[in-house]
Each structure stands twice: as structure tokens, then as C-alpha cells.
């Protein structure tokens, strides 16, 4: 039996989102890094219980999923990815206009030839502040429209492919 230390464990940096900066039609998947402090996920499993008549203890099981991404970032209005989030606070967009069209890429290890696995998301961005003394910082998070796409995404090309 192998060390499952020896296989090492997954690094921040093997975990990569992008942003699309570009259109729904011809995407731009830039990636979230320099800038990003903080890209959190919390899947919020959402649950539910029951007790049969014949048991004693309850049963738990997971129903759905509320997903959400905490985000603090340095106010790095260069940067098309976080531009984009302080410019849906700054004109106060709601509905359709505050949601972002993320992929979060599993980089582990070698690209595979079909590319890292990938889920694509729609995320309404909810910021919560936009402070600092010196350099400017935003923060917030941002929340779960609907099911992920699972696929797979090559880096050479920066494309996305949903699994069929």
C-alpha cells in the first residue's frame, strides 16, 4: 500500500479559476491570480433527515448544493477579472447584469490530451466592501445560478469543452 503522503497533497495553485471577460458567444478565459487574495469555495451542501419508525438514530442525506465563493482581491483595476467585479458594484447592476461566467480547472499534475477537468458556473456577484487605507481592496462573494457544466479545459488554447 503506497504512502498517501508520497502522492502528495493538492497546492493552491493546482485549483485555478478564470473568469469570462469576453462574451457568452466567443469567450476569454482569463485567469483569476495576480490581485486574488482569497477565492473560497464553500459547496453548502444543503440536507435533509429522517427518522423510520424502526430506528433510533436519524438518517441525513444531501439534497442539493448552495454554492458559494468568499473573494478578496487587491483593487487592481488593470486586471479584466476584477475590473469586471468592481464594475457591477460601482454601476449597481442587479439580475442578469451581476452575474460572472466562472470555470474553476483542476490542474493536477500533467495535462491530460483531453485537457484538466473544469466546471463552468454562473455566479452573481455580491461585494461587500470596497475599503482600504492606502491600497483599495474588494471583497464579497459570489453565489451559485443553477447546476455547474462539467468539461474539460486545455490551456494551450483556453478553450472549454462540455462533457457530451
Not at 444543503?46 to 448552495?66: A, G, L, P
Not at 477537468?117 to 475599503?131: F, H, N, T
Not at 482600504?132 to 486545455?154: C, P, R, T, V
Not at 490551456?155 to 462533457?163: I, K, P, V
Request: glycine letters at 10%; zero cysteines.
Amino acid at each position: 500500500m503506497a504512502d498517501i503522503l508520497s502522492e502528495g497533497v493538492v497546492q493552491r495553485t493546482d485549483i485555478v479559476p478564470y473568469m469570462n471577460t469576453g462574451t457568452e458567444e466567443s469567450p476569454t478565459w482569463s485567469q483569476m491570480g495576480a490581485g486574488w487574495i482569497k477565492f473560497s469555495e464553500s459547496p453548502n451542501a444543503q440536507t435533509k433527515s429522517k427518522k423510520y419508525i424502526n430506528e433510533k438514530t436519524e438518517r441525513e442525506s444531501v439534497t442539493r448544493y448552495k454554492p458559494k465563493f468568499d473573494f478578496e482581491a487587491d483593487l487592481m483595476h488593470a486586471d479584466p477579472t476584477i475590473k469586471k467585479v468592481y464594475d457591477i458594484q460601482r454601476n449597481r447592476e442587479t439580475g442578469a447584469g451581476a452575474i460572472v461566467d466562472i470555470l474553476v480547472v483542476d490542474k493536477f499534475g500533467e495535462e491530460p490530451e483531453g485537457g484538466y477537468e473544469a466546471r463552468r458556473m454562473k455566479l452573481a456577484v455580491s461585494v461587500s466592501s470596497v475599503d482600504g487605507d492606502d491600497d483599495m481592496s474588494i471583497s464579497g462573494s459570489l453565489n451559485g445560478q443553477g447546476d455547474d457544466i462539467k468539461g474539460k479545459f486545455k490551456t494551450g488554447t483556453s478553450t472549454f469543452t462540455a462533457n457530451s
